[in-house]
């Protein structure tokens, strides 16, 4: 079976935000949209987001870093927010294994949300119904769009290439082989939801520099004491220049 997922690689994230923004700006103007924003700048905030970029420091002082976690809806292979919905709303698509919102039956009752242990699922205080990423499904499936396009809009726009989509159940899938090779690991797997979408851990890169690649081959101190120099007895340029 078919499961299309996202797999993020965090030693490459940079935090730019092009994935969020670019997430904002297709989808509220398409099937799932509008996403609301109400008090985007207040004292609190509201706003319906379906990719958010968490960033924060690990380690203790002067030994730190900053880690960039972009987080979603995970695509979990066994949703729990699919069988806690009251009215059938939230569902799992068998043909590619997307987890969707009908927002027609959904009632913004939020069990999804408090079902979701990863709390990727948020309440449009506009319509009043929960909305979740969808992978793009109206992109990926767009058959008037190059089939270049046919990515979900962050993976489309990440600018260092931190984002791959594909199918985790296909082997030779670019996901699978970056999952196999890299490391790839699930979200909180103890939840036992198999979230679909996988993460490339952060790895300290170890780098080697010898005592000869600490000095510049063509360094200009070693330029300049070759040049011929004037006498201290010419005069300078003080002593014949007018500023």
Request: glycine share 6%; net charge negative; proline share 9%.
């Amino acid at each position: 079976m078919t499961q299309l997922a996202l797999v993020i690689d965090l030693n490459v994230c940079v935090g730019c935000q092009a994935c969020v923004t670019s997430c904002k700006e297709w989808n509220t103007s398409g099937a799932a949209g509008t996403l609301s924003d109400q008090n985007p700048y207040d004292a609190d905030p509201t706003g319906t987001f379906f990719n958010r970029v968490q960033t924060f420091e690990v380690g203790e002082y002067p030994n730190t870093e900053t880690v960039h976690f972009p987080k979603s809806c995970l695509h979990c292979e066994d949703p729990p927010c699919v069988p806690v919905c009251p009215t059938g709303a939230s569902y799992k698509r068998p043909e590619d294994g997307i987890v969707l919102v009908d927002y027609q039956k959904c009632i913004g009752c939020k069990y999804c949300s408090w079902a979701c242990p990863y709390g990727a699922r948020e309440l449009d205080e506009k319509q009043r119904v929960m909305k979740k990423c969808t992978l793009c499904v109206d992109r990926i499936y767009d058959k008037a769009l190059p089939e270049r396009d046919r990515r979900p809009a962050c993976v489309m726009a990440c600018p260092t290439q931190a984002r791959l989509f594909g199918d985790i159940h296909n082997p030779s899938s670019a996901v699978s082989v970056a999952i196999r090779e890299s490391g790839g690991y699930q979200l909180m797997p103890e939840w036992g939801t198999q979230p679909a979408n996988h993460y490339l851990p952060r790895r300290k890169t170890q780098l080697r520099i010898h005592d000869d690649e600490l000095e510049r081959a063509d360094n200009p101190r070693k330029i300049d004491g070759k040049l011929p120099k004037p006498a201290k007895s010419e005069p300078s340029l003080d002593d014949v220049t007018s500023w």
